[in-house]
Nanobody, 124 residues
């Protein structure tokens, strides 16, 4: 069993930065693929970024070049560094863990464990 707890959300002006953290409990965390998803009001959940156990990273086109996903195995934590934020980045951001490292990393249904979410609001 893996428990995920996100933190770091908040209110920021357009062009600003935030760093989200996702602290994971449970053994073998370093073997899991990890992902970040977001859901804006009235919209479907969408993929943001993912990182495999080997360190490969993947990004949605909408955040490529602005967001960076990373992991600290010693701290059992995954980060999402968000720069040049835009009002359209406003959403609840969720961290997720995938035991099997699916190649379909952008699909939420491939992840077995989810955090409770953290709100990110970008003002114009």
């Amino acid at each position: 069993q893996v428990q995920l707890v996100e933190s770091g959300g908040g209110l920021v002006q357009a062009g600003g930065s935030l760093r989200l953290s996702c602290a994971a409990s449970g053994r073998a965390f370093n073997r899991y693929a990890m992902g970040w998803f977001r859901q804006a009001p009235g919209k479907e959940r969408e993929f943001v970024a993912a990182i495999r156990s080997g360190g490969s990273t993947y990004y949605a086109d909408s955040v490529k070049g602005r967001f960076t996903i990373s992991r600290d195995v010693a701290k059992n934590t995954v980060y999402l560094e968000m720069n040049s934020l835009k009002p359209e980045d406003t959403a609840v951001y969720y961290c997720a863990a995938d035991r099997y490292g699916s190649v379909e990393y952008e699909k939420g249904e491939e992840y077995e464990y989810w955090g409770q979410g953290t709100q990110v609001t970008v003002s114009s």
